[in-house]
């Protein structure tokens, strides 16, 4: 079972940029799906990016493109959620997940079976 450690969240002004970091450890397989969501204040999880553990994606959630970039760096076992220009709306608890059950939606948080901690951040306006 994949175990996930988030970091890098804090309070950044408006138009700033922040990268969260999510480092792993255990694997299944190469097949399988790393995802970021995040979570803002009395709202439902949201999907924001993802990737495969073999290297496919990035995929974005269109809202995000060309703000937000998620990278690997497999020699680290970590991945990496850059966010450009932030924006109030942007305030939320940010997780990092894997292992998505077979054949199901990869923007359902729900159909993971890893989740980290979780990571806030959050956007001054």
């Known amino acids: 079972q994949a175990r996930l450690v988030e970091s890098g969240g804090g309070l950044v002004q408006a138009g700033g940029s922040i990268r969260l970091s999510c480092a792993t450890s255990?694997?299944?397989?190469?097949?399988?799906?790393l995802a970021w969501f995040r979570q803002p204040p009395g709202k439902e999880h949201q999907f924001v990016a993802a990737?495969?553990?073999?290297?496919?994606?990035?995929w974005y959630t269109d809202s995000l493109k060309g703000r937000f970039a998620m990278s690997r760096d497999d020699s680290r076992n970590t991945v990496y959620l850059q966010m450009n220009n932030l924006k109030p709306e942007d305030t939320a608890v940010y997780y990092c997940?894997?292992?998505?059950?077979?054949?199901?939606?990869?923007?359902?948080?729900?159909?993971?079976?890893?989740w980290g901690q979780g990571t806030q951040v959050t956007v001054s306006s």
């Open positions: 255990g694997r299944t397989s190469t097949g399988n799906y």
């Open positions: 997940v894997a292992n998505k059950d077979p054949y199901k939606e990869i923007a359902d948080i729900t159909n993971y079976r890893a």
């Open positions: 990737v495969t553990w073999s290297g496919d994606g990035p």
